[in-house]
């Protein structure tokens, strides 16, 4: 059975760096053709798409956010690290991880409300 | 970017009725691989998405047989054939053919 789990903090300055942690199990991020994605939803809004990591270490990220975020694995931990730099009160959300494979992002982790303070 | 449009973003529905939401991309889905990378996720109040349809008509494992996703190219509809009460959420197409992918806004699925 395939989970994943967000961490961080659920409270961030404005200004500051968001770092948040998604732990799985269920597979391994050296597998081929297994990535691990992001995505975010402000309170009440549409899904966004963010960042993927592949397990070949092919990283890719949404545009509009890009000089922003970065996105690591550690396939020793089995976790996926996202950061995303300079947080304002707009990034207010929750964020998801997403197993990846073969085309198809399911399951989805429970999910991290993150809100930013000003 | 890939806009998606969804249709419509409001749906009150009679249990035991039919339900239809329509996407539309902005550009063909067609991959280079000849697949079509559009999928549908539903998110229930207060849960996270969970993934209904993949490549345009697959449904993924444990997804009822009421639910069925058809289309091509750039016009794509997802389908309940017979409403249930726990389909009540918000219904979202993604597309993942091309990077960044993108989501319509979300139609919400209510009784009425």
């Known amino acids: 059975q395939i989970t994943l789990k967000e961490s961080g903090p659920t409270l961030v300055k404005a200004t500051q760096p968001l770092t948040l942690t998604c732990t799985f199990s269920?597979?391994?991020?050296?597998?081929?053709?297994?990535?691990v994605a992001w995505f975010r939803q402000p309170p009440g809004k549409a899904l966004e798409w963010l960042a993927l990591?592949?397990?070949?270490?092919?990283?890719r990220y949404t545009p509009s956010l890009k000089s922003r975020l970065t996105i690591t694995k550690d396939t020793s931990k089995n976790q996926v690290v996202l950061t995303m730099s300079n947080m304002d009160p707009v990034d207010t959300a929750t964020f998801y991880c997403?197993?990846?494979?073969?085309?198809?992002?399911?399951?989805w982790g429970q999910g991290i409300l993150v809100t930013v303070s000003s | 970017d890939i806009v998606m449009t969804q249709t419509p973003l409001s749906s009150p529905v009679t249990l035991g009725q039919p339900a239809s939401i329509s996407c539309r991309s902005s550009?063909?889905?067609?991959?280079?691989?000849?697949?079509?990378?559009l999928n549908w996720l539903q998110q229930r109040p207060g849960q996270p998405p969970r993934l209904l349809i993949y490549?345009?008509?697959n449904r993924f494992s444990g997804v009822p047989d009421r639910f069925s996703g058809s289309g091509a190219g750039t016009d794509f509809t997802l389908k309940i054939s017979r409403v249930e009460a726990e389909d009540v959420g918000v219904y979202y197409c993604?597309?993942?053919?091309?990077?960044?992918?993108?989501f319509g806004q979300g139609t919400k699925l209510e009784i009425k």
């Open positions: 269920g597979f391994s991020l050296t597998t081929g053709g297994v990535g």
């Open positions: 990591i592949y397990w070949h270490d092919d990283k």
């Open positions: 993604m597309q993942s053919t091309q990077f960044p992918h993108t």
């Open positions: 490549k345009i008509s």
């Open positions: 997403v197993y990846l494979k073969n085309g198809i992002f399911d399951p």
């Open positions: 550009q063909s889905l067609v991959y280079s691989d000849g697949n079509t990378y």
